[in-house]
């Protein structure tokens, strides 16, 4: 079983619609969690992290945690063509007493919206 | 301010020949990353530096991956007796503090082993 899985789609939604993007963990000992966006033939960017269980939201992005069943997601409101990209689920999971901060990535969602 | 950099931008070497990749991080950043991306797939950690220091290699995948930071800026990825498969992207990133998580990338180095 992958670390971090995720969907690899792709995800197509019309202009205007909410997008959904899902992620799944193996490690309960997972402490942080982020959404990188990755345009073809460019380097990941951060969109969101979030550390709690809940949901966090940021303009038109939310992110939601859930740690009891090992499941983040994005949302995704008012898609745009602008948001086609691949999002990448980044997990940071603590080794012991240390925190080296790497991150443990999903293979990506490709999303597609059609205007 | 300026970005995480790296250079070169793309690489094209022989099978069997050595390379370096470099990072430059964004100034102040005291933790740095190497990452290695596939087509199709999520980066995938190689190394971590906290200074001048490796406090983690345990994504380099053999002995002939080594990176070195000597001053705790600019680290250099060195891979020795290329192979066709070692062809990614190769990525670096920095982040500002032991405490901080978020780590901002740079643009990838893509290399290609003929």
């Known amino acids: 079983q992958k670390e971090v899985e995720q969907n690899s789609g792709p995800l197509s939604v019309p202009e205007g619609a909410i997008a959904s993007l899902n992620c799944t963990y193996s490690?309960?000992?997972?402490?942080?969690f982020f959404w990188y966006r990755q345009y073809s033939g460019k380097s990941p960017e951060l969109i969101m992290f979030?550390?709690?269980?809940g949901d966090k939201e940021d303009g038109r992005f939310t992110a939601q945690l859930n740690k009891a069943s090992q499941y983040v997601s994005l949302l995704i409101r008012d898609s745009q063509p602008s948001d086609s990209a691949t999002y990448l689920c980044a997990v940071n999971i603590k080794q012991s007493s240390s925190n080296t901060g790497k991150l443990i990535f999903g293979q990506g969602t490709t999303l597609q919206v059609k205007p | 301010g300026a970005g995480v950099s790296q250079t070169p931008s793309n690489k094209v070497t022989e099978k069997g020949k050595y390379v370096e990749l470099r990072c430059d991080p964004i100034?102040?950043?005291?933790?740095l990353y190497w990452y290695r991306q596939s087509l199709g797939q999520g980066p995938e950690f190689l190394i971590y530096?906290?200074?001048?220091?490796?406090?983690?290699d345990s994504g380099l995948p053999n002995d002939r991956f080594f990176a070195v930071r000597p001053e705790g800026s600019v680290s250099t990825l060195k891979i020795q007796r290329t192979e066709r498969g070692d062809s990614a992207v190769y990525l670096c990133?920095?982040?500002?503090?032991?405490?901080?998580?978020?780590?901002?990338f740079g643009p990838g180095t893509r290399l290609t082993v003929l």
């Open positions: 990133a920095s982040k500002a503090s032991y405490s901080t998580d978020t780590q901002y």
């Open positions: 530096f906290q200074g001048t220091g490796a406090a983690d």
């Open positions: 979030i550390y709690s269980n």
């Open positions: 100034s102040g950043h005291t933790a």
């Open positions: 490690d309960r000992g997972s402490q942080s």
